[in-house]
C-alpha cells in the first residue's frame, strides 16, 4: 500500500470511534493492515479476512474466507468495514459489496479504497507544464494525437490471483455506496486511487 493511500485512510477513520467490532476484508498481517490504525484501538473485536490463510496474531483474529460470502457473520455485525486494493482482484466484486452492506451495522461506517480511471488527456497526465508534458506533445503530433487525447492513465496490471478492474469516481459513489449516506470519494496519486466511505442507512 502506498504511504499516501495510508495517510488517507488514517485520516478518515480518525474522523469516527470504534468500539464495536470491525473488518478489514483482504487484511494481509504485517504493517499496512489497517486494523492497526488508532481508530480500531477502542475496539472489542478486530476481523481480519483474506482467501489466504494467515496466523492470527495479537488482537487480531485471521479468517481465511471469501468475501463473496460472510454468511459466517451476522446482519448488522460490525461498526466499521474496510477494504483496500481488493475488489479489482475479486471477478465477483459486487457479490462483495452486497456482503459488507449486509454485515455492517446501522450507521456503521465503510471505506473502500480501488485502483481507477478519471478523464481524458495530456492535461490529465501532467497537471503542471513541464518538459516532460511538451515531449509528450510532441509525441503526441508524430504517434496519434487521438489515441492519446482519448486515453487516461490506470494502474497496470497486478494479479493477485487475478486482476479484472478499474473504476470510476462515479462507479464509487454510486455503485459502491448506492443507499449509503455521508458519502464522499477521495482521489489521490496518478494513476489515481480513490477511496470511498459512507454510512449505512
Given at each position: 500500500m502506498s504511504p499516501e493511500v495510508h495517510r488517507l485512510f488514517r485520516q478518515i477513520l480518525a474522523e469516527h470511534a470504534f468500539s464495536g467490532p470491525v473488518m478489514e476484508i483482504g487484511a494481509v498481517d504485517n504493517a499496512d493492515c489497517l486494523l492497526h490504525l488508532s481508530a480500531f484501538d477502542h475496539s472489542i473485536e478486530k476481523?481480519?479476512?483474506?482467501?489466504?490463510?494467515?496466523?492470527?496474531?495479537?488482537?487480531?483474529?485471521?479468517?481465511?474466507?471469501?468475501?463473496?460470502?460472510?454468511?459466517?457473520?451476522?446482519?448488522?455485525?460490525?461498526?466499521?468495514?474496510v477494504c483496500n486494493s481488493v475488489l479489482e482482484h475479486d471477478p465477483l466484486f459486487w457479490k462483495t459489496l452486497a456482503e459488507i452492506r449486509r454485515v455492517t451495522a446501522k450507521n456503521g461506517v465503510v471505506v473502500i479504497g480501488v485502483p481507477g480511471y478519471a478523464g481524458m488527456g495530456?492535461?490529465?497526465?501532467?497537471?503542471?507544464?513541464?518538459?516532460?508534458?511538451?515531449?509528450?506533445?510532441?509525441?503526441?503530433?508524430?504517434?496519434?494525437k487521438e489515441v492519446l487525447s482519448a486515453s487516461t492513465l490506470t494502474l497496470g496490471e497486478h494479479f493477485f490471483p487475478g486482476d479484472y478492474y478499474r473504476f470510476s469516481e462515479q462507479a464509487v459513489r454510486e455503485v459502491f455506496f448506492a443507499g449509503f449516506t455521508d458519502v464522499k470519494v477521495y482521489k489521490t496519486l496518478n494513476p489515481p486511487r480513490f477511496i470511498g466511505v459512507g454510512k449505512k442507512t
Open positions: 476481523i481480519a479476512v483474506n482467501l489466504i490463510a494467515q496466523n492470527s496474531t495479537g488482537p487480531i483474529h485471521f479468517i481465511s474466507q471469501n468475501a463473496n460470502d460472510l454468511s459466517c457473520f451476522k446482519d448488522h455485525y460490525f461498526d466499521a468495514v495530456l492535461h490529465q497526465l501532467f497537471k503542471k507544464r513541464n518538459l516532460l508534458q511538451k515531449a509528450m506533445q510532441i509525441l503526441a503530433r508524430v504517434y496519434d
